[in-house]
């Protein structure tokens, strides 16, 4: 593993009453790294979040942030992590301005230190005019964006952003994956966690989360590789019969499609076979190879189905 590890946890379980909501994980980040947990609903990303940073304990296992214990050092360490909550954080009644400032208090910087880094970080979203007005007028884009700032305010070296671009639009998303990318760049380390698979994409590493549990880790592309050594199938049809299709595909054991869409994809274990039966279909229109997407991943992983992982 990385040299320069800045997360290290170790058989992490974090139980509210009976239930795990994080069962019994390990893995480390590496300083400078975009490390992304992707999982559905419930998953336990947020649980995991709010563990790392100190505001959860742990019900058994070890959390070390930059070598140091998370739940003896949270006051040693708030310098040093900044934290966007999936839930909304600004406070609705004070303007951009204002909340800020208070963001800045927080950590007792300076008025200058506040104005000069606000600026900085409005400079990079693009956010040419501050709004005067309370945070609660602004669109949901913007809010998350300027939470995101108030949460990197202070410089921090380490990043944890839960579900930073849930609900907003695709424009506001590159908007953000580029901050997340100049922050690495800078060799700040950032814990993103989402369920849009075209994000986990920018990440160098990934966690796919599932019940509490880790199903896999690892870079994009080894995922891909690694679940789907052959490229996929992808069939369009004349007529919408996937579900009858797909239906017949994995009766005859020739493999396990997903839908999407109008479209069928799956990984084919036995080429000729399936070659022939597609050939004998009508109602396929067209058979592509194309390369596995993390969602390929995903939903085989999810299902259980296993990968070489
Ligand atoms: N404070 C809590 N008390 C009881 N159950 C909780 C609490 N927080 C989270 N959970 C449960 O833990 C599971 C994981 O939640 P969470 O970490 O928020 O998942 P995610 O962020 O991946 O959606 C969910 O089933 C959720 O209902
Ligand atoms: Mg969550």
Redesign the pocket.
């Known amino acids: 593993m990385p040299a320069e590890e800045i997360i290290r946890v170790e058989h992490l379980v974090v139980a509210?009453g009976d239930?795990k909501?994080v069962n019994d994980i390990s893995f480390e980040v590496a300083r400078g790294e975009i490390f992304g947990f992707l999982?559905a609903?419930?998953?336990?990303?947020?649980?995991?979040i709010r563990t790392l940073c100190g505001i959860l304990n742990a019900t058994s296992g070890r959390v070390l942030v930059d070598g140091k214990d998370v739940a003896a050092s949270t006051a040693v360490l708030k310098p040093y992590i900044g934290y966007m909550s999936?839930k909304f954080t600004l406070y609705p009644d004070l303007t951009v301005r204002e909340n800020m400032d208070f963001a800045g208090s927080l950590h007792n910087m300076p008025k200058e230190r506040i104005a000069q880094r606000s600026q900085l970080l409005f400079d990079f979203i693009g956010l040419k005019q501050i709004p005067p007005g309370p945070v609660r007028d602004l669109s949901g884009g913007d809010k998350q964006i300027i939470a995101l700032a108030a949460s990197i305010l202070h410089d921090p070296e380490l990043v944890f952003l839960d579900e930073p671009t849930a609900g907003t639009s695709p424009q506001t998303r590159q908007v953000f994956w580029r901050l997340i990318e100049r922050l690495a760049q800078k060799g700040k380390t950032v814990f993103v966690?989402t369920h849009y698979m075209d994000e986990a994409e920018n990440c160098g590493r990934i966690v796919l989360?599932e019940k509490g549990k880790i199903l896999a880790l690892d870079t994009p592309q080894q995922l891909k590789k690694s679940y789907f050594p052959q490229e996929m199938k992808e069939l369009t049809f004349t007529r919408p019969l996937q579900a009858q299709i797909a239906a017949e595909i994995k009766q005859r054991g020739l493999g396990a499609p997903s839908a999407f869409a109008d479209k069928l994809r799956l990984s084919v274990s036995d080429e000729k076979a399936f070659d022939a039966f597609a050939r004998e279909k009508a109602e396929i229109f067209s058979v592509q190879s194309v390369p596995a997407t993390l969602e390929d991943v995903f939903l085989r992983a999810v299902s259980g189905a296993g990968g070489n992982v």
Do not use: S
């Open positions: 509210f239930f909501a999982g609903n419930g998953a336990g990303k947020t649980t995991t999936q966690t989360m």
